[in-house]
């Protein structure tokens, strides 16, 4: 196991694209819904073993403002899943000491699941272990869109003036998170080899790990893995090789 002693390159941030839920529960002849539940069991898991292993901020790919077009009955189980997870679950939170963030368009989420992540958020916002950020309601574009409009609606300038002014890091400082680090190192399960629309502007230089294994199946030993990987990886952010 990866620890915070090993002085091996650790992934200050990771992102997770928990993919195969779906697919998961059908080769078992099980309801997708199956696949989710179990996919939650996974996530907290994997958010523990992340934690163990001193990792400071860990995104979750939990619903994304595609995720709509799915089937009412499922897009259903799946709030409710989030819900109960934010209702019953903060103990889970607490006793790793881990802070629970949002990214996402709060604008479309109902207002109970509004209200859980409001109060999972104050309830953790002083804990000093994993920041572990839940992409719910997340899309990219849209939080770069997001980002864009906050940064022109700051000042008092004209929209020429605004329009001037806007450069990268006004978009950066305008993310729902500016104070999180890019992510180092984003996984996927599932076998898919696209980004899907997360962090499209927080990963322009992050490594990319993608495993076949259905996210419900990624156990810690394939954590391991993606951060050996990653530690055996040479980031040169754009410049030569030495
Ligand atoms: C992808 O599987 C997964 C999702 C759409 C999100 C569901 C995620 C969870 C239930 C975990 C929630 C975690 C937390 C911490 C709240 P898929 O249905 O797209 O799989 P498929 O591609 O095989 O159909």
Not at 98 to 107: A, L, S, Y
Not at 142 to 153: D, E, H, M, Y
Not at 192 to 204: C, I, V
């Amino acid at each position: 196991m990866f620890n915070k002693t090993d002085g091996v390159a650790l992934p200050r941030h990771v992102g997770i694209i928990m993919d195969g839920n779906g697919r998961w529960a059908q080769h078992r002849g099980r309801a997708r819904t199956n696949g989710h539940t179990e996919g939650l069991k996974n996530a907290r898991r994997i958010v523990e073993a992340a934690s163990r292993r001193g990792i400071r901020y860990l995104t979750l790919f939990v619903f994304s403002t595609e995720n709509w077009k799915r089937a009412a009955q499922e897009v259903e189980f799946i709030m409710s899943l989030v819900k109960q997870h934010l209702t019953r679950e903060l103990d889970f939170y607490r006793e790793n000491h881990i802070r629970v963030r949002h990214t996402g368009d709060t604008d479309g989420l109902a207002a109970d699941i509004l209200s859980e992540i409001k109060q999972a958020l104050g309830d953790t916002q002083d804990f000093d272990g994993m920041h572990v950020i839940l992409a719910l309601n997340y899309g990219g574009r849209n939080a770069i869109v997001r980002a864009a409009r906050r940064f022109l609606l700051q000042g008092g300038a004209t929209a020429r003036e605004a329009a001037a002014a806007l450069d990268e890091d006004g978009i950066t400082q305008n993310m729902d998170n500016p104070d999180v680090p890019e992510p180092d190192l984003i996984i996927r399960t599932a076998g898919e080899f696209r980004t899907s629309n997360f962090l499209l502007w927080e990963a322009a230089y992050a490594e990319y790990f993608i495993t076949d294994k259905f996210w419900p199946d990624f156990s810690t030993e394939d954590l391991d893995a993606a951060l050996a990987a990653y530690a055996a990886r040479e980031r040169r952010f754009g410049a030569m090789t030495r």
